[in-house]
């Protein structure tokens, strides 16, 4: 489930922007969206390499 552009703008806003254009918006969440994919593929490659099927916590973290 990839974040959506109104969560990009929460993300914004915590980050104490007042103001934020969609353009920005649309960016910040296919950067987050194509880093959190990059991860989930490096973690599913861990875990394989392990000979699990399941991803643990362990796999997401060396992903980084």
Do not use: W
Request: glycine residues 2%.
């Amino acid at each position: 489930m990839p974040i959506s552009k109104l969560t990009a703008k929460c993300i914004l806003k915590n980050a104490g922007a007042d103001r934020i254009s969609d353009d920005a918006a649309t960016e910040l969440a296919e950067l987050v969206n194509a880093f959190a994919y990059s991860v989930a593929k490096k973690a599913v490659k861990l875990a394989k390499h392990a000979s699990r099927k399941t991803v643990k916590k362990a796999d997401v973290q060396l992903a980084k």
